[in-house]
């Protein structure tokens, strides 16, 4: 059997074309078929993306027929061996083959629930994100959970999960392998058996400012870079790890500047596995490559995975990359975790000298600039089947703490034109404040916090306390936002005959990309076949940090579960780990032409 080639897809005729791409979707070649007019494909990640676009332009009727041409998991064809020889590799590589007699009735009962909730069957790439194959316990987990979803959303889910049996089975098909994206995965993977004592118990992920498993995870990633072949590692001032990749003998003579990148390794509690960790393991793969090619670029690589970022043990977020830009507040030392250890004894207790934060400070004309990897936290690129984004800013945002005060009454006795009602007025502020926001586009407002204080069933609301979270690209698009909000806030007020109060509580300067370096990215995922997705950060990352220090820019690498974050069904996949390393290999390899 020859070995497919895009070469030889691209240049068979139509019919020997779809001939190859036979079985990629489930009794569905005409998928294959209509996706030949985008030949020539430019890369296996470029067919894929086409294929999608196919079964988008279809119609719902194409694309429930194509769910329904799905064979039900471990249902009547693979009990009666009537599946096709994809699904049959796919449903034992998950160990669907050997379920027990209980298994199967369990199964077959949620097939039948989910069949006659949303009229189609329950499709999951049980290969996984990992494409080894999902244990049965997820699988299990999984179909529970998404038997809760909106019909809609679970057809669009569906449909994902096609993709990503179709993404599987090409590069079976193509004899290709995401090994770089395989190494990536599995660094995370095993990063992630470290976790702070109280939640290894639980088999959750907690990694929090030095305590043992935070230490565990610095010793390890040092330890990896070493193994990459970083020419220096080091644990810094606030327990940074710093890998550093000297650039060639020519350049470090005329003093070579340096590309820094990276992102953090502590974790929220109950976290996900992706969140930080990804934008270190990416660059370290890349640099892998470059030692394993002998090759040295005219620029030093900076790779750090930053000690802090979340402020969960002590409330000192960004510690990590604020250090490195000379915003390590001394005062942080004295605060307390919840057992009452300071910080400073918890430096101390790792061997840290906080003497020396000043030392770790970077010099801006030593930099070329700073780019960050990192997994989205948000739906938008798992709804769009795209798997790598160009971060345009860093949303800047403002919250507050706000009260509204009217007056308790009696709830039977007061007739509705008599009322000064609290939580009547916050409602029309919130329901305001969606709309406003929407109307920008990529603007969001959020009233995450509600709560009428001591409450009754039969009061009138006298008080009502929330708060405001709001974020925009720009300052600019933000201020207006946040005028406009509160302008009607007073206005709403005023005519409902309530009183308020407002603190602001947080404010954070956006920081948009730098346009060379965005364009750098923009080339790099391009030159991959993928198509450009530009979009803000709707959350906070070391970068905006470093952007005080230098210009930085961002990529974006698409979630699994509509990209759920801060949790620990936060995933992403080893074909999009592989894109990252190969966008951000392009990206290196285009820089070093600059020069
Ligand atoms: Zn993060």
């Known amino acids: 059997m020859t070995t497919i080639t895009l070469q030889i897809l691209n240049s068979a005729s139509i019919a020997e074309a779809t001939q190859i791409l ?6 569905s070649p005409w998928i294959g078929e209509k996706a030949l007019v985008q030949r020539p494909f430019r890369s296996l990640a470029h067919l894929k993306y086409c294929l999608i676009q ?12 194509l769910i329904r041409a799905h064979p039900e998991l471990a249902g009547k064809a693979m009990l009666s061996q009537t599946l096709t020889a994809e699904s049959t ?5 998950a160990g669907l083959t050997q379920c027990t007699p209980e298994e199967l009735t369990q199964i077959a009962a949620l097939n039948a629930e989910y069949q006659a909730k949303f009229g189609f069957p329950f499709i999951l790439a049980v290969r996984g994100a990992r494409g080894m194959g ?20 679970e057809l669009q889910e569906c449909l994902r999960q096609i993709h990503r049996i179709a993404e599987i089975r090409l590069n079976d098909k193509f004899g290709v392998a995401p090994t770089l994206g395989n190494d990536v995965w599995d660094w995370q993977e095993k990063l992630s058996t470290h976790t702070d004592a109280g939640y290894a118990e639980l088999g959750q992920l907690t990694v929090t400012y030095l305590t043992y498993a935070h230490r565990a995870c610095a010793q390890r990633i040092s330890h990896w870079m070493h193994d990459c072949g970083f020419d220096e590692v080091s644990i810094d001032a606030v327990g940074n790890v710093v890998g550093r990749y000297h650039a060639n003998n020519l350049s470090i003579n005329s003093i070579a500047k340096t590309l820094l990148t990276g992102s953090h390794y502590d974790t929220v509690r109950n976290g996900g596995k992706y969140d930080g960790r990804l934008g270190i393991f990416v ?9 394993r090619q002998n090759k040295r670029l005219p620029f030093h690589i900076e790779v750090v995975g930053f000690a802090e970022e979340e402020g969960q043990r002590y409330k000192a977020t960004f510690l990590g990359s604020g250090a490195l830009i000379g915003q390590f507040d001394p005062t942080w030392l004295n605060q307390q975790d919840a057992d009452g250890i300071t910080m400073q004894q918890a430096m101390q207790h790792a061997g840290l000298c906080a003497d020396d934060i000043p030392k770790i400070k970077r010099q801006a004309d030593d930099y070329l600039g700073f780019v960050e990897v990192h997994i989205e936290q948000g739906p938008v690129l798992n709804e769009l089947n795209i798997p790598l984004g160009i971060v345009t800013s860093i949303n800047g945002s403002v919250r507050y703490t706000c009260e509204v005060v009217g007056t308790a009454c ?31 586009g990529d603007s969001v407002a959020t009233v995450g916090q509600l709560l009428v204080p001591n409450g009754s069933t039969n009061v009138v609301p006298g008080r009502c306390q929330f708060t405001l979270d709001m974020r925009a690209p720009t300052n600019a698009q933000r201020d207006a936002m946040v005028n406009d909000i509160l302008t009607q806030f007073k206005a709403i007020c005023e005519r409902r005959q309530v009183r308020y109060t407002l603190e602001e509580t947080m404010r954070a300067a956006a920081a948009p990309s730098a346009p060379a370096w965005q364009q750098r990215w923009e080339r790099a995922v391009e030159s991959l076949g993928l198509p450009l997705h530009r979009m803000p950060s709707g959350a906070g990352h070391d970068a905006m940090k470093l952007h005080e220090l230098m210009p930085q820019a961002m990529l974006f690498v698409r979630g699994e579960n509509s990209g759920i974050s801060h949790n620990p069904l936060e995933s992403s996949t080893n074909d999009d780990m592989q894109l990252s390393v190969e966008a951000f290999s392009a990206l290196l390899d285009n820089l070093a032409k600059e020069f």
């Open 89 to 93: 590799n796919e449903q034992s590589k």
């Open 22 to 27: 036979d079985g990629v979707y489930e009794h």
């Open 283 to 291: 660059p370290m793969a890349c640099v892998r490559e470059l030692k």
């Open 134 to 153: 999902l244990s049965k316990s997820v699988i299990l987990q999984t179909f529970e959970r998404r038997l809760n979803n909106h019909p809609q959303f």
């Open 410 to 440: 009696h709830a039977g006795t007061t007739p509705m034109n008599r009322r000064a009602d609290a939580a009547t007025a916050v409602a029309e502020l919130v329901l305001f404040a969606e709309q406003r926001a929407a109307q920008d």
């Open 54 to 65: 196919v079964l988008e332009a279809a119609g719902i009727d194409a694309q429930k027929g």
